[in-house]
């Protein structure tokens, strides 16, 4: 399988337990999850285009708004460089950093 591929599935996995955990609690419904889909793709987007780091080991899941990021990043640097790709995002409300560094 390829990276990409993979990433994508973790990451589908990732917003479904996080769904199930919080109840699916979505309070706008379909379109609500689907604005959640579509920031989630654009920050993925935005986190592979970065070409000073590899974002292809950072998971991005959002739930009205909230972001989280999980996964590996090679430094604090790199870290901090996905936050702040994910809140310049449209529909962004808030940010949990939660990716693991190297160093």
Known sequence: MSTPFVK???ASMLVAVTAFSSGCSTTGGDS???GD???ER???RAINSESSFDGSTILVSCVDGVVTLAGNADNALDKALAEEIVRGIDGVVEVNNLI???A
């Open 100 to 102: 693991n560094t190297q």
């Open 42 to 44: 654009a920050i993925t």
């Open 32 to 34: 609500a999850l689907m």
């Open 37 to 39: 889909l579509l920031t």
């Open 8 to 10: 994508t599935l973790c």
